[in-house]
Structures are given as structure tokens and as C-alpha cells.
């Protein structure tokens, strides 16, 4: 009897404690203790909450143990929290891997006055590095003809791209911050590269998830999760020995790179009130840059390739447009996207397909806020769920199935979409989204240009997504021709 009453006792104490406030916005009964936990498919966690929006409407909420989340769906709710109600959800929720990783600093996942500086800084120099004198446009056309001779010397037998995309776009990276690049068998940078696919792997298992849900304990017990900070704490060391060279030769009348602008800012702010450019910001600033710039567009380009052989009556198409625009005997250059519609259009189309990350990064609300005609407290972590808007059957005319035509009009000439928000939208929308339309056209456009991709004989290319850090393909093998 005393094991009833215990029982008992815990589920009033857990009902009273956790029950939905009444204002809060519905959702499915919640088990005791857990929660809504075991409502989730793990291999796909985006579908599973685009479901629930179609039985508890556009905002709704769940609960992960004591933790409540609500699931923001559509556009409309979108754009009126992100963008309208945007200051009130600037902020991260403090996870603590995160946390034990970047103590608050960069741009990722810091809050407050240092996020606000941080980005600042970082949109001013991908500005600076992007767009102006110093463009990474010859950059990464300079980066593709190294990754060319890589393509040409599997001499069109089957080969997974994987490795060599990577490198590519990590490449464009380490010109950005560190001012050169690497070559591929560079040993320094095939543990780089080593270093960020363990880590990204490790962030998405399980291990990932349970020092999130029990900190106190995971901190105390071995286990993989222990490998995590040791990997990061390499990559910090590696970002060091590039910033104390940066320092050696330093000349603030050339800033060569992401490094330099950031050395001068720590001068130049020195002083002012709640300065937060110091070394450690910085080498957390790079971390971020890698950490949100590289697997991202990689994984796209991935699916790109993917696409072309699945279509590739498209791929014909784009090659054909490629070969009237800018033809055979010139680079491709950013000054032709304007009148490659056809080609804009596929790029854009891939990006809404791949949907790569899928319910945006986390925010917190930092005061109450009124959405949808609910009332969400200070406090509660908030999913933008970028699936419900990529895939909304009101916005698409053929939301399951691949579709340039979603961005074209009835002339052929490109149009924008609203419902396009894979970069998210407002005060957190990612900060590399220029750079990475930069990338993505010259390398999907260079790549078109220069090779005809095709399935190994006899292999059907294989759509379905793996759930992880980014959403990204099977690994698969291609043949690469040149044209
Ligand atoms: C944040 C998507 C490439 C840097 C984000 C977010 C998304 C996203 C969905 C979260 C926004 C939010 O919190 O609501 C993508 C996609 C990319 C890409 C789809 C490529 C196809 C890049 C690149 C860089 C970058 C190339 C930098 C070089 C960042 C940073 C943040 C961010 C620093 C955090 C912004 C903040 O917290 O204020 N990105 N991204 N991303 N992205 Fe990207």
C-alpha cells in the first residue's frame, strides 16, 4: 500500500506541476513524468511535428519531461513571431552542451550583448569579404578548379562525392577566416575535416540528447559525449595556432581576412562600455562560421547532384541554359544569375526539397508574447518549424515532388516565393545566407558547366533523408563526365 500511495503521490505532484496552463496553446495528452517523448518518430522528428499541426492547428505545444516547446507552423504564424513579435524571440535556450562548449560566446548560441556584437561584426565582415573588393567570388571559382582534377581522376568510374564536397566548401571558409586554403591531403586539414565529422555526428546521437536532458549526471559519467569537448577543444587549439600567426604578422592597413578585421575590432574597442571583442570570442566566432557554414551547404550541394541524376531531363535543361548564357570558354560569375531563371529556379527548388534544417535552430521567448490568440510565457523554448512553410500544400503547387516551376512564371522568368524560408527569417535569420547563395550558384553552375552527372549503371538514386545535424542524403556514389 505504501508503493500506491507513492505512486499516487507522484502523479498528482506531476499532474499539478506539469498540466497545461490554461492559456497555453493545445496539444496532444501528455504521458506523466515524460511527457509528449514518445510522441516523436526520432528518424523523423520534422514530419512527426507537421502532423500534429494538422490535428492542433499552427501553434501548439508539447512537453519533453518538465521542458514545454511550442511548435510554431505556416507563414503567417512564422512571420508574425519571427519577424513582427521578433524581439521577443532573439534568444537561445541555454542547452548545456552547448553551453559547456562555448560558455556564451560567438554567435550560434550566445544571447544578449554579446550575440548583438557578435553578429554585427560577422554580417560586416561577410559583407566586407563577400560583396566587396575583397569578394570571395574568384575564390571559389579558384577552390572549383581544384576540386575539377579530383573529379576528372575517377575517370568517370562510380565515386561517393562526399568527401571532396567537403572539402570544397570548407575550403571557402578557411579563406574566409584564416586567408588561404588547404590542400586536400594537407594533414593538418584532413583532421580539421576529421575533427568536424566526428563532432557533428556526436552532436546529433543520442549521447547529444541525454547530457541535454540530465547535464548534472552526464557531466559526471564517461561516455562518448566526454569525446566531444576534447574534439571541440582541438579544433579551439587549431584556430589558436592560426590566430597567433595572424598576430605575428599582423598589419592593420591589409586586412587579408576574418582574423585581421576581428584583431583590429579588439583594438578598437578596447574601452567601451560592455566590450565583448577579446581572443576567446573570436575563436568561437571561426568555430561558428565552420560549425553553421560548411556542413550546411555542403549537404545541399550533395542533394543538388542528386536531383540532377534523378532528372535528368532538368539537368539537360540547366546545362542548356548554361551553355546559351555564358557558354564553354568563361567562368560562370554572379553577374549571370540575373539571366539564368531556369537555373536559379532548379537551385532554389533543391533547397526547398532538401530542406536541410528542418525546424530551424531553437529560440526562447524572452516575455510573455500573444500568438495565434495563446498566451506563451517567458521561458518556453520555441520551434520554428520550417518543414510546415517548405512543404505547405496552400504555397506549392506540387509540394511533394521536385518543381522548378515553383519559382517560375509563366514567361520562364524567376520568381521569389514567401514561403521560401529555408535561411529562417527575422533577428536570428542566418547570418551566411549571402554567401551561401554565392556558393551554391557558382558551384552548382561551375559543376553543370564543366560535367554531366549519371548514376552508376543499374543504381536508382535514393531520395530519403537522414536525420541528424542537417537533413542529408544516403551516401551514394555518381559518374561524373566531362561535357
Ligand atoms: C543560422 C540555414 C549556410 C552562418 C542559421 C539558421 C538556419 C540556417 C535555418 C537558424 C536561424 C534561426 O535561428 O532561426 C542555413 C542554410 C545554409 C546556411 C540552409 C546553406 C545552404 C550558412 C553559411 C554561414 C552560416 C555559409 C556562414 C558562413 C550561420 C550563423 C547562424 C546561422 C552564424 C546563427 C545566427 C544567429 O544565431 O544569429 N542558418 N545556413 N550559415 N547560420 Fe546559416
Redesign the pocket.
Known amino acids: 500500500s505504501f508503493l500506491l500511495f507513492a505512486v499516487v503521490f507522484l502523479l498528482s505532484a506531476d499532474y499539478i506541476k506539469n498540466r497545461r496552463p490554461g492559456s497555453f496553446p493545445p496539444g496532444p495528452p501528455a504521458l506523466p513524468i515524460v511527457g509528449h517523448i514518445f510522441n516523436l518518430d526520432y528518424k523523423r522528428v520534422h514530419v512527426s511535428l507537421t502532423q500534429l499541426a494538422g490535428r492542433y492547428g499552427d501553434v501548439y505545444s508539447l512537453r519533453m519531461g518538465h521542458r514545454w516547446m511550442v511548435v510554431l507552423n505556416g507563414i503567417t504564424v512564422l512571420k508574425e513571431a519571427?519577424v513582427t513579435q521578433g524581439d521577443s524571440l532573439?534568444d537561445?535556450p541555454d542547452l548545456p552542451l552547448q553551453h559547456d562548449i562555448a560558455h556564451g560566446l560567438?554567435?550560434?548560441?550566445?544571447n544578449g550583448n554579446t550575440?548583438k556584437q557578435q553578429?554585427r561584426f560577422?554580417l560586416s565582415a561577410?559583407r566586407h569579404f563577400g560583396f566587396g573588393k575583397k569578394s570571395l567570388e574568384p575564390v571559389i571559382l579558384d577552390e572549383f578548379t581544384y576540386c575539377v582534377k579530383d573529379f576528372n581522376s575517377h575517370k568517370g568510374k562510380p565515386f561517393d562525392p562526399h568527401l571532396i564536397v567537403n572539402n570544397v566548401?570548407s575550403n571557402?571558409?578557411c579563406s574566409?577566416v584564416f586567408g588561404h586554403r588547404f590542400e586536400y591531403g594537407d594533414e593538418k586539414f584532413l583532421k580539421l575535416m576529421k575533427w568536424f565529422g566526428d563532432a557533428l555526428e556526436l552532436e546529433a546521437s543520442i549521447w547529444a540528447q541525454l547530457y541535454n536532458s540530465f547535464p548534472v549526471l552526464m557531466r559526471r559519467l564517461p561516455g562518448p559525449h566526454k569525446d566531444l569537448q576534447h574534439i571541440w577543444n582541438n579544433v579551439k587549439d587549431f584556430i589558436g595556432v592560426e590566430l597567433k600567426e595572424h598576430k605575428q604578422n599582423w598589419d592593420p592597413s591589409d586586412q587579408r581576412d576574418y582574423i585581421d578585421c576581428y584583431l583590429n575590432e579588439i583594438q578598437t574597442s578596447k574601452g567601451q562600455a560592455d566590450n565583448t571583442f577579446d581572443e576567446e570570442n573570436l575563436v568561437l566566432c571561426v568555430l561558428?562560421?565552420f560549425?553553421?557554414?560548411?556542413e550546411?551547404?555542403s549537404?545541399?550541394l550533395r542533394w543538388a547532384f542528386l536531383y540532377m541524376v534523378k532528372y535528368p531531363e532538368i539537368q539537360a535543361k540547366v546545362q542548356a541554359e548554361i551553355d546559351r548564357v555564358i557558354g564553354q570558354s568563361r567562368l560562370p560569375s554572379m553577374e549571370d544569375r540575373a539571366n539564368m531563371p531556369y537555373t536559379d529556379a532548379v537551385i532554389h527548388e533543391v533547397?526547398r526539397m532538401a530542406n536541410?534544417?528542418p525546424l530551424?535552430?531553437?529560440?526562447i521567448t524572452s516575455k510573455d508574447i500573444q500568438l495565434g490568440g495563446y498566451t506563451i510565457p517567458k521561458g518556453v523554448t520555441i520551434i520554428?518549424n520550417?518543414t510546415s512553410v517548405l512543404f505547405d500544400k496552400n504555397e506549392w503547387e506540387t509540394p511533394d515532388t521536385f518543381n522548378p516551376g515553383h519559382f517560375l512564371n509563366a514567361e520562364g522568368k524567376f520568381v521569389k516565393s514567401a514561403a521560401f524560408?529555408?535561411?529562417?527569417?527575422?533577428?536570428?535569420?542566418?547570418?551566411?545566407?549571402n554567401?551561401?547563395?554565392m556558393?551554391?550558384f557558382l558551384f552548382f553552375t561551375s559543376f553543370m558547366q564543366r560535367f554531366t552527372f549519371s548514376m552508376p549503371p543499374g543504381v536508382k538514386p535514393v531520395m530519403d533523408f537522414r536525420f541528424g545535424i542537417?537533413l542529408a542524403p544516403f551516401p551514394y556514389e555518381v559518374c561524373v563526365t566531362s561535357r
Not at 106 to 110: A, D, E, M, N, R
Not at 291 to 294: I, M, P, T
Not at 360 to 363: E, F, G, I, M, T
Open positions: 519571427l532573439a537561445r560567438g554567435v550560434i548560441f550566445s550575440w553578429r560577422a561577410l566548401v571557402v571558409i574566409l561558428d562560421l560549425l553553421a557554414g560548411s550546411t551547404t549537404t545541399t533547397q536541410i534544417v530551424s535552430l531553437p529560440h520554428p520550417l524560408i529555408p535561411f529562417s527569417a527575422g533577428k536570428r535569420l542566418c547570418l551566411g545566407e554567401l551561401a547563395k556558393e551554391l542537417t
